[in-house]
């Protein structure tokens, strides 16, 4: 299984080399803590976050 990565700019992860959600290549393995976002209009998290599509995120990126 590959390596998953998260994204610098807005902290989606991923395990392929660019974001799909922003389509930044800036991504590092150096990150914990995951938040999967259902419902981007409801989810406090993803309000908190600045995340506004759903999807899976790293809570604090290295
Ligand atoms: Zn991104």
Avoid at 28 to 56: E, F, H, M, N
Avoid at 57 to 62: G, I, R
Wanted: aromatic share 6%.
């Amino acid at each position: 299984m590959a390596r998953e990565m998260a994204c610098r700019k807005c902290k989606f992860v991923t395990t392929g080399k660019v974001c799909p959600s922003c389509k930044s290549s800036d991504l590092t393995p150096d990150w914990y803590g995951v938040v999967l976002v259902v419902d981007p209009q409801t989810s406090r998290i993803a309000r908190t976050l600045g995340i506004t599509a759903k999807g899976k995120y790293a809570l604090k990126v290295t």
